[in-house]
Nanobody, 131 residues
Framework: QVQLVESGGGSVQAGGSLRLSCAAS????????MGWFRQAPGKEREFVAG????????YYTDSVKGRFTISRDNAKNTAYLQMNNLKPEDTATYYC????????????????????????WGQGTQVAVSP
């Protein structure tokens, strides 16, 4: 398993921005697909964004398209989630997750959205957006 540590959460007003980071303790980080999920109180964990290993193809849930950007820096073993124009409904605990390592195989948006595809999870970082 990969150890993942999220950071960058906090409290902002609606319209503000935050950048979440997810540091991975693995040398072969480039061979892992990464995902960001979130869970609001009383709700199920939901997919936010995913980025593939290899080509760094990205995929987003509809509610964050155009506002959030997922990226990765393989040299730093870190994935990021840039969140702009935050809304109160974005309030949740955000988790990063890793799926891999891959040496062959296709990534797909369907796999990226599936909680069970991911082998490792971080402890979460809280994001609170006030009106």
């Amino acid at each position: 398993q990969v150890q993942l540590v999220e950071s960058g959460g906090g409290s902002v007003q609606a319209g503000g921005s935050l950048r979440l980071s997810c540091a991975a303790s693995v040398r072969t980080f480039s061979r892992y697909s990464m995902g960001w999920f979130r869970q609001a109180p009383g709700k199920e964990r939901e997919f936010v964004a995913g980025i593939s290993w290899g080509t760094s193809t990205t995929y987003y849930t509809d509610s964050v398209k155009g506002r959030f950007t997922i990226s990765r820096d393989n040299a730093k073993n870190t994935a990021y989630l840039q969140m702009n124009n935050l809304k109160p409904e974005d309030t949740a605990t955000y988790y990063c997750a890793a799926d891999g390592p891959y040496y062959l195989g296709n990534w797909s948006p369907q796999k990226a959205q599936t909680v069970g595809e991911y082998d490792s999870w971080g402890q979460g970082t809280q994001v609170a957006v006030s009106p």
